[in-house]
Nanobody, 114 residues
């Protein structure tokens, strides 16, 4: 059973930056990885995904502000979040495999507020 562990969430003011990290344990093969987010009462949405070959995909709402990256080996992914806005507030989930088909993390809370 794969296990994904996220870190880096916290409380920041609008305009500030945050960097999320995630590593997957229990799998030997490299997979696509990504980040989804969800707020209470709202649909879970894709933030960004990155392929094994490091090709990134972003939601329109975060393009130009967020950058997803990964280590060359294994399944470790990062999300650099710049120019954070209050609407970025959510629980951020790390995913393994396209659309999270291989696993999901427990989530890390990001709160953007004055």
């Amino acid at each position: 059973q794969v296990r994904l562990v996220e870190s880096g969430g916290g409380l920041v003011q609008p305009g500030e930056s945050l960097r999320l990290s995630c590593s997957a344990f229990g799998t030997a093969a490299r997979n696509n990885m990504g980040w989804y987010r969800q707020t209470p009462g709202k649909q879970r949405e894709l933030v960004a995904e990155i392929t094994v070959g490091s090709y990134p995909t972003y939601a329109d709402s975060v393009k130009g502000r967020f950058t997803i990256s990964r280590e060359r080996t294994g399944n470790t992914v990062y999300l650099q979040m710049n120019s954070l806005k209050p609407e970025d507030t959510a629980v951020y989930y790390c995913t393994l495999g396209a659309g999270g088909m291989r696993g999901w993390g427990k989530g890390t809370l990001v709160t953007v507020s004055n």
